[in-house]
């Protein structure tokens, strides 16, 4: 049986990178990755997160404050919606680590095409007023497909700023896929 979830994992200097796809539930086996960080700080790129479930939520909660609790800094970059939606609702979610980036979904009105866009969570300049897109198939304005307060609501919460983004930005310029962004 092919697991529901895969990591991948690679080490860059005092930076632990580890890709995460597929589903989060109670068959992820997250504390197996703890074992796998070497580094103070981890950046956890979720953009192939396509599901996590209540029991998911459970054991992402508690792997978070294991990581926590080993004083590690912990960033999240390309958050799709389901890991949004739970950032939103379930205090502890992120734990004290930054929301570095998001996917913000967007729906083109002409030609129904739908696309997640990578945005860096300090240059949404607030909660309610998400970046214009332009549809990839017809050109046209798409609109946010989602309500707007709701989806960037973690702003006001949540820590956004990591300690050292130069060392972050180098890893996920290395490392991270480049058509994770753009969906």
Do not use: H
């Amino acid at each position: 049986m092919t697991p529901k979830l895969a990591v991948i994992v690679r080490q860059r200097d005092a930076v632990t990178y580890a890709r995460l796809c597929g589903v989060i539930d109670e068959d992820a086996g997250l504390d197996t990755l703890l074992d796998r960080i070497a580094a103070r700080t981890v950046i956890l790129d979720l953009a192939e997160v396509r599901r996590i479930n209540s029991c998911g939520v459970r054991e992402w909660v508690n792997w978070i404050e294991r990581l926590s609790a080993r004083n590690l800094e912990v960033v999240l970059v390309s958050c799709p919606p389901p890991i949004v939606a739970q950032i939103n609702v379930i205090t502890g979610f992120a734990g004290n680590g930054a929301v570095k980036s998001v996917l913000l979904p967007y729906l083109c009105p002409d030609c129904d095409a739908t696309k997640l866009v990578a945005v860096e969570t300090t240059t949404i300049p607030n909660a309610y007023d998400p970046p214009p897109c332009r549809c990839d198939e017809c050109g046209s304005a798409m609109e946010f497909d989602d309500v707007p307060t709701s989806y960037l609501s973690f702003l006001g919460e949540q820590r956004i700023a990591v300690e050292d983004p130069a060392a972050i930005d180098g890893v996920l310029a290395e490392l991270a896929p480049p058509a994770a962004a753009a969906r």
